[in-house]
């Protein structure tokens, strides 16, 4: 059964949403983003974990690092979230959250920019959002153009190209860390059909990393106006010459091409 045969009187916009990811598909799409998202939670820390938005049944924030971990949602009811609001008005102060979750929050709300303002709003400093959107560069954007049912989940939203997630970012003096495309294969309904061709996922990053359906962006807040303080001991002549340096080094991830913004222009 189709979402678009079920009337608004019986299901909302966030009911369609919920209903949609519960199904195969929707189940297949999220198993992969929350593998990934899990992957990447470690390496971010923090005190406060802020999830805006539920979109299925997975808990996303299981290998999060901050021990206080907050599902904000519009129905609380149904999705046991532990805040009720709005992404576009987070009920929370300024700068009292490490991380923010939004999975596919942006393809859901009418005012995609005003959500990531809220957001830099109440990140702390060095702080990280993590964002999953609908790519509208794939097979998944190509078959929203041409789908019967526009008004159906999840073709019904925003679809945000990542090149306008990025220079919002860069507008909010965000500073992108990581990012990867996920799920190569085509909005297959039937498993059967996914499953033949799950070789995809191995061979997409390789061959056309724009072509997935989902991006997933992790950008940190930066802090401006800040001098970084030398330590006592900086310039000071070494005792012992030749002395060895620090064995511990800090790796950052490599940013992959297509997250890199181009500033030639």
């Not at 309904?189 to 061709?197: A, G, H, P, V």
């Amino acid at each position: 059964m189709l979402n678009s045969e079920l009337p608004d009187s019986v299901l909302s916009l966030h009911n369609q949403i919920l209903y949609w990811f519960d199904q195969p598909l929707g189940r297949s799409l999220q198993a992969l983003e929350a593998r990934h998202i899990r992957q990447a939670l470690p390496r971010l820390y923090g005190t406060v974990a802020l999830q805006v938005g539920r979109v299925g049944r997975l808990d996303l924030m299981t290998t999060a690092v901050p021990p206080t971990r907050i599902l904000l949602d519009r129905d609380i009811g149904r999705s046991r979230c532990s805040v009720k609001g709005t992404p576009d008005s987070l009920p929370f102060e300024s700068k009292s959250v490490d991380l923010v979750i939004l999975p596919h929050t942006l393809d859901f709300t009418e005012q995609p920019r005003q959500v990531l303002r809220e957001v830099h709003r109440v990140l702390s400093p060095e702080g990280h959002v993590i964002i999953l959107g609908f790519n509208p560069m794939s097979a998944w954007g190509l078959w929203r153009l041409i789908a019967r049912y526009r008004s159906a989940m999840p073709w019904r939203g925003n679809f945000l190209k990542l090149s306008r997630i990025k220079d919002w970012l860069d507008l909010l003096d965000f500073e992108l860390a990581q990012g990867r495309m996920l799920y190569y294969r085509p909005p297959l309904q039937k498993s059967r059909f996914r499953d033949r061709l799950a070789f995809l996922e191995k061979i997409g990053d390789r061959w056309w990393p724009m072509g997935a359906a989902v991006y997933m962006v992790v950008a940190k807040k930066r802090v401006l106006g800040m001098t970084p303080l030398q330590p006592s001991w900086y310039g000071r002549k070494a005792v012992v010459s030749g002395m060895a340096e620090p064995a511990a080094k800090v790796i950052y991830p490599r940013i992959p091409h297509w997250l890199r913004r181009d500033r030639s222009g």
